[in-house]
């Protein structure tokens, strides 16, 4: 019997979690004196970075955060950028701060978020946070991982003794997202594109995440019937009849669908919840700064 995958809405509940931060933040900015604020340094002409941006800045809009957004050339100098991170360190306005990812080379981007003072590291990627994640201290989260963990949670699917493949391994999303789904009691298996006979290994898992960047990747014969499958992946592919070019994920979108329990569509699953999170992480920044927990 062919039945048809659950929508997992994370357009839907960031637009709810905006609306819970508009608020929040209503209600602390007198016991503050002022909102919080976000800062994204974006380098360079990319772009789909410079479209990140832009929604970014109006999310910041939409829940009554301050942007102090700073583009540079793309041949500014990794000094000068260093200099910028220093001073938004110390600025008082500045509960955030947020590197846009890829930096034009020969940036290095490693050494830069390491500069950012971790209690501003909105993005959750300094080792300070990471190390934190693994010793499952509270600290600021990276936020894909931390959306998808919020999207299950949501749809009240249970987590504790399931089995839970990631596909992919990196520091922005496989890594952190194995460790949370540890915390949550999941037993979990962390696959790649160097693992053997993939399919085997996608097959056994209650919930299926892959963040790979390779469209269509995971088809309904990698699917075990009745498997939750969030889709992390966002590819742009051009049709080649049009020419045009649309976003899809990882997942073949429509033979998963028959498949699974539960599915993310992409775009309008998991990217929302990265930008929602962002801003989540943002407002805890700026509560901790002031003691207000």
């Known amino acids: 019997m062919s039945t048809t995958a659950k ?15 508009l608020e929040r933040i209503q209600a602390l900015i007198p016991q503050i004196g002022r909102s919080p604020g976000l800062a994204v340094i974006m380098v360079g ?23 102090f957004g700073r583009h540079f050339p793309a041949n500014t100098s990794q000094p000068e950028l260093e200099q910028v991170i220093k001073a938004l360190n110390q600025d008082e306005r500045v509960d955030g701060i947020l590197v846009q990812l890829p930096l034009p080379q020969p940036l290095d981007a490693v050494t830069l978020l390491h500069q950012i003072e971790p209690n501003k590291d909105v993005d959750g990627l300094h080792p300070l946070n990471l190390g934190r994640l693994l010793r499952g201290e509270p600290g600021l989260r990276s936020c894909t991982p931390a959306g ?10 249970e987590i504790k003794g399931k089995k839970a493949v990631v596909v992919g391994r990196s520091i922005l999303v496989g890594k952190p997202l194995a460790l949370m789904l540890l915390e949550a009691d999941a037993t979990v298996t962390v696959a790649h594109s160097k693992s053997d006979n993939l399919e085997s290994i996608t097959k056994q898992a209650d919930i299926l995440i892959p963040a790979v960047g390779l469209a269509g990747l995971i088809t309904d014969s990698m699917v075990k019937p009745g498997a939750v499958v969030v889709d992390v992946g966002i590819n742009s592919v051009t049709d080649a009849n049009t020419g045009k070019s649309r976003l899809v994920g990882d997942v073949d979108f429509a033979s998963v669908q028959q498949i699974a329990s539960y599915l993310t569509p992409v775009p309008g699953g998991i990217g929302p919840m990265t930008r929602a999170i962002l801003l989540q992480n943002t407002v805890l920044s700026y509560c901790q700064s002031h003691k207000i927990s």
Not at 7 to 21: N, S, Y
């Open 7 to 21: 929508l997992l809405d994370g357009k839907a509940l960031a637009q709810k979690l905006q609306i819970e931060l």
């Open 148 to 157: 998808v963990m919020r999207l299950l949670q949501e749809y009240n699917i």
């Open 45 to 67: 002409d990319n772009h789909a970075s410079a479209a990140y941006v832009r929604n970014k800045e109006r999310d910041c809009e939409k829940v009554g955060i301050n942007s």
